[in-house]
């Protein structure tokens, strides 16, 4: 690092803040805070007294934070997850003598720009690739790794696990299985208990009531709300959206530690504010983080459904990956039977988010 070629450094993430877990951190307990330093709002580190600038690739607009740049070096993390246009400026930038862009990511799509168009041409480019598996980090514990195998299933192994650059098709919860993830009985004591919600006007808005089964020591979907406005053939208003979330929630008798509500909707989450409904907190609607959440949960046993839930039940078993998203080199839902779906990821999500699945 001291001694590679003079001129300005760059580290990039999706996001500063995923740069700082994933890479940042571990730096400096490698080669202690005498030697790292993070300049948090700042936007630069240093390493042993090298200045490295710091920047997020999150969406499309991210290529003009680099633009007029020149760089000798640049270290990317999850570089599927960028946009291509800030991975074409980067490497445009890199044009000092023995510029070099080093780069890590998980598998993705076949027909991902990355791989269509960089990987698979890597005989015809100045470029080397290499591949790594779990048994290949030597500070990974045996168990640890055993674990991880365990708890993934269907296309995240083959990606996660096996490292293979492999097509979504078919169901995304392959391994829900009615007959061993769908139980009569409710839960003898609750802990904590989570809604979610996804909201349509034209479409369906459903509500699925999730809680900690403590004795069991597992979720469990337990209620379900939805009404179908294509069937019925009557929309409703926010406000009256929120009378039958508050007349469902005394129904249930159970009281949520939040409602995560799909974020698009502003209005009815306004809404329930004015009638007094607390905890109502915008969702985390990462599609394919909580994709992976529930599967995993689903993997591990660590998530069930009530067989009351019927329509959740026929969405997660009618939910697949869109065939016309994975030609663009996209992973995406098709847009079918998807709100029940949904509705679960956001509360799965949250739980995740707080590391509930493993220690609830």
Not at 43 to 48: A, M, P, T
Request: with cysteine.
């Amino acid at each position: 690092m001291v001694e590679g070629p003079p001129g300005p450094l760059l580290m990039v993430g999706k996001t500063e803040r995923t740069l700082k877990r994933n890479i940042l951190d571990p730096i400096a307990q490698m080669v202690g805070n005498a030697n790292f330093r993070h300049v948090i709002g700042a936007g630069e580190c240093y390493l042993y007294g090298r200045p490295i600038m710091l920047a997020g690739a999150n969406d499309e607009r991210s290529e003009g934070k680099i633009r007029g740049m020149t760089l000798v070096g640049a270290y990317g993390d999850e570089l599927t997850l960028w946009p291509e246009s800030f991975f074409g400026m980067l490497l445009s930038r890199l044009s000092l003598p023995g510029a070099q862009l080093f780069g890590t990511t998980n598998p993705d799509s076949p027909f991902h720009w990355l791989n269509v168009n960089y990987l698979e041409r890597e005989a015809d480019l100045s470029l080397r690739r290499f591949q790594f598996r779990l048994e290949d980090n030597p500070s990974l514990p045996a168990e640890y790794v055993e674990q991880l195998k365990r708890e993934y299933t269907g296309l995240w192994y083959k990606r996660f696990i096996l490292g293979l650059w492999v097509q979504a098709e078919g169901a995304i919860y392959d391994m829900f299985d009615p007959d061993i993830h769908v139980v009569d009985e409710d839960p003898e004591t609750v802990g904590i208990v989570y809604v979610g919600a996804d909201y349509g006007t034209a479409n369906s808005t459903v509500f699925i009531v999730v809680a900690w089964d403590v004795e069991n020591r597992r979720w469990i979907a337990l209620h379900e709300y939805v009404h179908d406005s294509r069937k019925t053939g009557r929309q409703k208003t926010d406000a009256q959206y929120s009378e039958d979330y508050r007349a469902f929630m005394r129904d249930v008798g159970l009281f949520p530690q939040s409602l995560e509500l799909d974020p698009s909707a502003a209005s009815f989450a306004l809404q329930l504010r004015r009638d007094g409904v607390q905890h109502v907190r915008a969702a985390d609607n990462a599609v394919l983080d909580g994709i992976r959440d529930v599967a995993r949960a689903f993997s591990t046993g660590q998530l069930v459904v009530h067989r009351r839930c019927q329509r959740l039940i026929a969405s997660l078993l009618s939910y697949t990956w869109d065939p016309k998203a994975q030609k663009r080199g996209e992973d995406a839902p098709l847009k079918q039977n998807d709100h029940e779906a949904d509705a679960l990821r956001y509360p799965v999500r949250r739980a995740m988010s707080r590391r509930l699945l493993d220690a609830a």
